[in-house]
């Protein structure tokens, strides 16, 4: 596969993330925003890994999906007691530090 590919469908990824989590008001929909951004991140690693032979690319983007799972459990336990408290996931609502 050719690299520029690689990196085209990296960046576009990453883009589209990035434009999710700064239309949307849906605070799950911008949670997964967040996790299409890493993963785009995470496909440019690979193939600069790719390119120039080198393990250590890999290696750095299983501990990065090792801890975005750990982040996506702590923040769905977030979005889900927020939803209890305030009885919507808009980020609209989260306008005051103390509920």
């Known amino acids: 596969m050719q690299m520029q590919l690689i990196y085209a469908i990296g960046i576009l990824t990453f883009a589209i993330g990035a434009l999710g989590v700064l239309v949307r008001k849906n605070a799950i929909v911008m949670f ?11 496909i440019l690693l690979m193939g600069i890994s790719k390119y120039k032979g080198l393990v250590e690319g890999q290696v ?3 501990f990065i999906m090792a801890i ?3 982040e996506a459990a702590i923040g769905m336990a ?3 007691a927020f939803y209890r408290r305030r009885g919507g996931v ?3 609502k989260a306008d005051l530090l103390r509920w």
Request: hydrophobic letters at 65%.
């Open 78 to 80: 977030i979005i889900t």
């Open 60 to 62: 750095i983007v299983l």
């Open 90 to 92: 808009e980020v609209d």
């Open 32 to 42: 997964i925003c967040i996790e299409l951004m890493l993963n785009g991140a995470n």
């Open 68 to 70: 975005a799972a750990a």
